[in-house]
């Protein structure tokens, strides 16, 4: 019932605000960096576990990338919103995220116009897995700056999901028999794929498994120095494939070549 007066009282709002989400139906709670904005009073449990996992999320991936400093930008009314669906049904309803969407960041959203976390309540992975992963979204965009497009969203993804707690290893064990039995996608197709045009939920959980398994890859084989200088390129607003030849150019000659090495290294055999 309280739910159902919750999307009354939303449609209303955004029937008479045009495209904005009714800014009134939310609750706020607020830390140094973040925001919180729930909709129903009994959900400030949550809400204050949230906000206080998002500050220490944000303080080590921080200290990971060591640019503390930009952590300023994040303050006042720049804090970053994360907002709480109080359920996935009302969450994808309102967001239009595709089914399998468990919550994403936007730094201009039509929504919600500003840096967002936008998610839902009662995930048993928020801590460990959602809130890491869009955070690193936000500070990997905040780090590109206006060039963050000319990233493959293969390579902003696989980013995001180093802050995943046990990601890693899962994901080394999952990709091993797909890329020995020849299922993983080709790297001409993997290029330009985009998980929000994706519906089939196989696909796209092979696609996040590989743009994992392709950073660690160049992170774990050739070093964190080598990846900062290809995120650099690109913060360049350099095209992908000339940032990897400038920073790997005497290991990957092309993107076959690329494709082959973490064939073999996603294999166990080295690459
Ligand atoms: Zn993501």
New binding site residues.
Partial sequence: MRLITFFILILVMVLCSGNAVAQEAFIDMKSTHFMVRYTLPEESAAALEVLSKAEQILDRISRDIGFVKYTDFWTWDKRVKIILFPDQISYTRFTGQAQWSRG??SRNSKLFRDRVVVTYNGQAEMNSAILP??IA?LVFWDLLGQNYAAAPEWF??GI??LEEQDKRDIVREAMRPVVISGKHIPFHVFMNLK?SEMQDETQVSLFYAQSLSVVLFLIEKYGQDSFYRLSKELRNGCKFEIALTRVYGGIFTSMSEFESRWLKYAAGDGG
Avoid: N
């Fill in positions: 994403y960041a992963h869009e979204h902003e993804e995001a999901q998980p």
